[in-house]
């Protein structure tokens, strides 16, 4: 076996995520070499310890911020529910997504988004969303606020983002139809097509798809962090102190939108 140089491949076509899970190829020759990204190193203050973060390798994930959880007209307003919190959260988040796209790191919505036909959700998935039958349930339809639709299904309003969220075209959608969004979801393929090792998360609710989603991404062995002032609940505020007590003590760490925006654009 003989040794050839090494080709020059940077002119070569790439396949792959661009600038961090590529190929580049040519008619003779598959270049494997990952690139490296670089990024700066990052502090945050943050409990119950400051943290380094290399942006090169970190996401935002934003969970469950459509009309269905977070709007006037959606389903849990339907119910009587106060969804003031959730709605609360849209500066908040958009200063966190925004400081994020400046640094080029990756900023994924997850939202709930089932079948029409339901035909993967369990009893046991679709009894919290229909508890005594009677209620439209996962992708069943509701009447409120003048619109007809199917609450939480994909593609239908209710699982749309909420107005004054903003989105960009760069940024990842992913549906999901379970309180995590890890569990028969394309997230953890994405996240590792991206190199990411370090998760920030926003959204609702806090201690329901917030936390079940960050508690697997810590399975996964993904680093957590929650950011304190872009989650919110439903619930009551015991909930959500547990829910914080939960992440620091066994999850993760817990820092704010304002201390990551000052910390990647002093």
Request: glycine share 10%; proline share 6%.
């Amino acid at each position: 076996m003989t040794t050839s140089t090494i080709p020059d491949t940077r002119t070569w076509a790439t396949l792959g995520t661009e600038g961090r899970n590529t190929y580049r190829v040519s008619d003779a020759v598959i270049d494997m070499r990952r690139p490296a990204p670089s990024g700066p190193t990052t502090r945050l203050t943050a409990e119950p310890q400051d943290v380094l973060i290399d942006l090169a390798r970190t996401a935002l994930v934003i969970v469950d911020m459509q009309n269905d959880f977070c709007s006037k007209d959606g389903w849990i307003a339907s119910l009587g529910i106060d969804f003031a919190a959730g709605r609360a959260l849209v500066d908040p988040i958009n200063r966190a997504a925004a400081a994020m796209r400046a640094c080029g790191a990756p900023v994924i919505w997850l939202n709930w988004g089932v079948r029409p036909d339901r035909a993967n959700l369990s009893p046991g998935t679709q009894h919290p969303f229909n508890p005594n039958g009677q209620g439209p349930g996962l992708a069943g339809s509701t009447t409120f606020g003048g619109r007809t639709y199917k609450v939480l299904q994909q593609g239908e309003w209710g699982a749309q983002l909420i107005d004054g969220l903003t989105r960009e075209a760069s940024d990842i959608c992913v549906d999901k139809h379970r309180i995590s969004g890890f569990y028969d979801t394309p997230l953890d393929s994405i996240l590792k097509n991206h190199g990411i090792s370090t998760v920030l998360f926003a959204g609702v609710n806090a201690d329901h798809c917030v936390l079940g989603t960050l508690m697997d991404a810590n399975f996964h062995g993904y680093d957590t962090i929650m950011l304190e002032d872009c989650v919110a609940t439903t619930s009551p505020d015991f909930c959500m102190q547990a829910t914080l007590h939960n992440v620091r003590f066994c999850f993760g760490f817990t820092t704010t939108s304002t201390v990551l925006a000052e910390a990647l654009n002093p």
